[in-house]
C-alpha cells in the first residue's frame, strides 16, 4: 500500500515539476518556409527562451528575412538579442546586412537595430530616439506584435542567424480546488481500507 501511494505522489510531483527551461523553437527557416520581405509569417511567444533561426542566402539578388511575433496577456518580453553563426567582416568576406526591431505599441523601432558591419550580437535597447515618435517599447502589453527583419543586397557566403526572445508570463491565478486533493486521499484510504477487510478471516 505504501508502494502504491508513494508511486501515486512521485508521478504526481513529477508532472508538476516539468518546466519550460529549454529553447523552443517558434520558427525555424530551414523547417517551416523562406520567411518573404512583407512579413506574412507570424509566430506566437511562449513563456521562457523563445528562438527564431533563418539564414541570409548567398546574394545578389538581394534578400530580405521578416517575421512578426506576438505575445500573450500577461507576457513580458525581457530581451531579444540578434546573433550570427560566426563573427564576419564585411569589408573582407562581403556581408553587408541591415537589420530592424518594430513594435506596434507607439509604432517604436528599437535604437540598437540598424546596419550591420560585423557577426557581433545585437541586444535590443528597447528604445526609439528617432522620428516623430520616441520614448520606450513596451515590453508588457498583452497582443502586442513585434515586426523583425534582416536584409541584404550583398552577402557571401551565405549567413545563418538566431532570434532569441526570453519571455516571462505572469503566473496565472488557479482557483485552488481542496475538494479534489481531499477526494483523491480518501479515495487511496478506502482502497487500503476494502484491502484490509479482504485480508480479515471469516
Given at each position: 500500500?505504501?508502494?502504491?501511494?508513494?508511486?501515486?505522489?512521485?508521478?504526481?510531483?513529477?508532472?508538476?515539476?516539468?518546466?519550460?527551461?529549454?529553447?523552443?523553437?517558434?520558427?525555424?527557416?530551414?523547417?517551416?518556409?523562406?520567411?518573404?520581405?512583407?512579413?506574412?509569417?507570424?509566430?506566437?511567444?511562449?513563456?521562457?527562451?523563445?528562438?527564431?533561426?533563418?539564414?541570409?542566402?548567398?546574394?545578389?539578388?538581394?534578400?530580405?528575412?521578416?517575421?512578426r511575433f506576438?505575445?500573450?496577456i500577461g507576457?513580458?518580453?525581457?530581451?531579444?538579442?540578434?546573433?550570427?553563426?560566426?563573427?564576419?567582416?564585411?569589408?573582407?568576406?562581403?556581408?553587408?546586412?541591415?537589420?530592424?526591431?518594430?513594435?506596434?505599441?507607439?509604432?517604436?523601432?528599437?535604437?540598437?537595430?540598424?546596419?550591420?558591419?560585423?557577426?557581433?550580437?545585437?541586444?535590443?535597447?528597447?528604445?526609439?530616439?528617432?522620428?516623430?515618435?520616441?520614448?520606450?517599447?513596451?515590453?508588457?502589453?498583452?497582443?502586442?506584435?513585434?515586426?523583425?527583419?534582416?536584409?541584404?543586397?550583398?552577402?557571401?557566403?551565405?549567413?545563418?542567424?538566431?532570434?532569441?526572445?526570453?519571455?516571462t508570463q505572469?503566473?496565472?491565478?488557479?482557483?485552488?480546488?481542496?475538494?479534489?486533493?481531499?477526494?483523491?486521499?480518501?479515495?487511496?484510504?478506502?482502497?487500503?481500507?476494502?484491502?484490509?477487510?479482504?485480508?480479515?478471516?471469516?
Open positions: 500500500m505504501r508502494k502504491m501511494i508513494f508511486g501515486s505522489l512521485s508521478g504526481l510531483a513529477l508532472m508538476l515539476s516539468v518546466g519550460s527551461a529549454a529553447a523552443t523553437t517558434i520558427y525555424n527557416e530551414a523547417v517551416d518556409g523562406d520567411l518573404d520581405a512583407i512579413g506574412t509569417t507570424n509566430v506566437n511567444l511562449v513563456a521562457g527562451v523563445n528562438t527564431i533561426l533563418g539564414s541570409i542566402n548567398q546574394t545578389p539578388p538581394a534578400e530580405t528575412d521578416r517575421i506576438t505575445q500573450a507576457m513580458t518580453v525581457d530581451s531579444i538579442i540578434l546573433s550570427f553563426a560566426a563573427p564576419f567582416d564585411d569589408a573582407s568576406i562581403g556581408q553587408n546586412m541591415n537589420s530592424a526591431l518594430f513594435n506596434s505599441v507607439a509604432n517604436l523601432f528599437d535604437d540598437s537595430f540598424g546596419a550591420i558591419n560585423s557577426g557581433a550580437s545585437i541586444s535590443a535597447s528597447f528604445f526609439d530616439s528617432f522620428g516623430p515618435e520616441t520614448g520606450p517599447l513596451s515590453q508588457d502589453t498583452g497582443g502586442a506584435v513585434w515586426d523583425f527583419q534582416l536584409s541584404a543586397g550583398l552577402v557571401f557566403p551565405a549567413q545563418p542567424w538566431t532570434l532569441t526572445i526570453n519571455t505572469a503566473p496565472v491565478d488557479v482557483i485552488p480546488l481542496p475538494a479534489g486533493g481531499v477526494l483523491l486521499l480518501t479515495g487511496i484510504a478506502g482502497f487500503a481500507a476494502l484491502k484490509r477487510r479482504k485480508r480479515r478471516p471469516a
